[in-house]
């Protein structure tokens, strides 16, 4: 005997035909949805094992869970789904990427490191992924029960049916604004004349380079491609400075072509550091090299200019050691020398500073954990973050703050993913570069170059850093070398007085180690 469902043509019916055997065994429905979700989880694990780090993975991540969702959801015809769903694709999730290492996805610590790497870590992540999937499920449940629901049952809606569609409305829209927001493109304003036009032969771009099968974001300004080029290697390790570079030393910008690099694991480059086990100090070397042929042919170079900050000055050094005859001059301003003693110096003064303040807490703490170097990245927290209370100076008059480059994230160089995700790359990258340095002293190591050297420190340097430097400063041999102090400056003077900054390369390093 026929039956409506044998007849009714509509595509409700033949959907309700399909899902009937798994609606009428909820255990079939149960597993059906378990690998739904499962899938979703290792799709997840495998495909963005840090989480999104591009803007496509990061809709890719909303548009992926609201359907599974919305399957799941579905099948089950459960709001329950709505708990259950999640709770599947995260534990799949963890444990699909275990064998990845860092901060931001290792085991959760209640330092203050620890929290933010899981806030820009899995907190971004479960913020993309969660609330879509549980607006997903919610959808899916409610249209299977509608298309279950016969005739007899249809009924007003009560006040609990309004106030949870509300929400869901609400969500879907909160949703599709962070899609909008996520979605924004980086870009850099084109360089222009006093009548608003772009300057003509002027470069303003934002693009990729490739070396070691990785493609490296760069930011190419200035206002004249005739000028010389320089490269500059952020410091840290893990550190991006496009945003410094935008926002304090757009003037030397009129001297240069500036390439601001962000080198591998850093920035809009924090995508392309798996397999971490393949980042190795040679290999930023290398990076650093083969970017720098790659703007000589660009522009039709034979040299170029290398400056360093911090702990991209190790790079540099190394890179003109390398390569001599692929630079005019070295430019270091935070010079790196010996990590190592840096760190204990560090260690051993900030001991000093907490048993002089009384402060018996941090005392026990860094007696645990002893003198560097450490094995645990967090361990560098408790040892190196005093920084500023143990080297105090005044920062009001510098055009850059006590913040360091955690005060440029706001800039339109850098997509809304990438500006989440900047401290959590300086972590990661750092607790795979900085073991590899602590062997590394230039006292020992690179006691010549055959180029010019210049070096820009801060008058209120730590110590640290400044003691090293200044025993290697003395035995350094190289056709010129020159050091000068910026004062009301501490570790970051290119950034902390830029104005004096450009002046000593325009006046100085220009004049003195001309392009031709």
Request: proline share 6%; aromatic share 8%.
């Amino acid at each position: 005997m026929a039956t409506d469902l044998d007849t009714d043509p509509t595509p409700s019916t033949r959907v309700l035909t399909m899902m009937e055997p798994v609606w009428a065994d909820r255990r079939i429905g149960a597993a059906v949805a378990l690998a739904v979700t499962a899938g979703c989880g290792l799709l997840l694990g495998w495909w963005t094992p840090r989480g999104p780090l591009t803007t496509a993975e990061a809709l890719g991540t909303m548009l992926l869970c609201l359907m599974v969702g919305a399957a799941a959801g579905f099948i089950l015809r459960s709001r329950w789904t709505m708990l259950a769903a999640p709770v599947v694709v995260v534990v799949v999730f963890e444990l699909t990427r275990i064998g990845t290492d860092g901060p931001t996805v290792d085991e959760i610590s209640t330092s203050p490191y620890g929290i933010l790497a899981f806030v820009v870590g899995r907190g971004f992540h479960a913020l993309l992924a969660l609330p879509p999937m549980i607006l997903g499920a919610a959808i899916g449940a409610g249209a299977a029960r509608r298309l279950t629901r016969s005739p007899d049952q249809t009924r007003r809606a009560g006040a609990g049916v309004v106030v949870r569609r509300a929400v869901a409305a609400l969500t879907a829209v909160a949703l599709i604004a962070l899609a909008v927001v996520i979605a924004r493109p980086a870009g850099t304003d084109p360089i222009q004349a006093a009548d608003g036009e772009p300057v003509a032969g002027s470069i303003a771009e934002l693009t990729t380079v490739e070396t070691g099968g990785k493609d490296l974001g760069i930011m190419l300004r200035g206002v004249d491609v005739e000028k010389p080029v320089l490269l500059f290697l952020a410091g840290g390790p893990g550190g991006s400075e496009l945003g410094a570079m935008r926002n304090h030393l757009q003037e030397l910008e009129d001297h240069f072509v500036v390439a601001t690099l962000d080198q591998r694991g850093t920035g809009t480059s924090y995508p392309e550091l798996d397999p971490a086990s393949t980042l190795t100090l040679e290999s930023s070397v290398d990076d650093a090299i083969t970017v720098t042929n790659v703007l000589r042919e660009r522009f039709g170079e034979d040299r170029i200019y290398l400056m360093g900050q911090s702990g991209g000055t190790i790079y540099g050094i190394l890179a003109v050691a390398q390569e001599p005859e692929l630079y005019h001059a070295f430019i270091g301003t935070g010079q790196m020398v010996s990590p190592l003693e840096t760190d204990t110096i560090f260690y051993e003064d900030t001991l000093d500073w907490a048993e002089q303040n009384g402060d018996t807490e941090l005392v026990e703490e860094l007696e645990r954990i002893g003198p560097p170097p450490y094995a645990d990245m967090l361990d560098y927290e408790t040892a190196l973050s005093y920084e500023h209370q143990v080297y105090p100076y005044d920062h009001t008059g510098n055009a850059e703050g006590e913040g360091g480059f955690s005060e440029n994230f706001i800039v339109p160089e850098y997509t809304l993913t990438d500006q989440i995700h900047l401290l959590g790359a300086f972590m990661d990258t750092f607790s795979v570069i900085y073991p590899q340095l602590q062997d590394t002293d230039f006292r020992t190591d690179v006691t010549s170059l055959d180029v010019p050297v210049y070096f820009v420190q801060g008058a209120h340097e730590a110590r640290g850093r400044a003691e090293p430097f200044a025993e290697w400063f003395e035995l350094l041999e190289a056709p010129v070398k020159e050091t000068t102090e910026l004062a009301t400056s501490g570790h970051r003077p290119l950034f902390e007085q830029p104005d004096e900054f450009v002046a000593y390369l325009r006046d100085t390093v220009l004049v003195r180690t001309p392009p031709s």
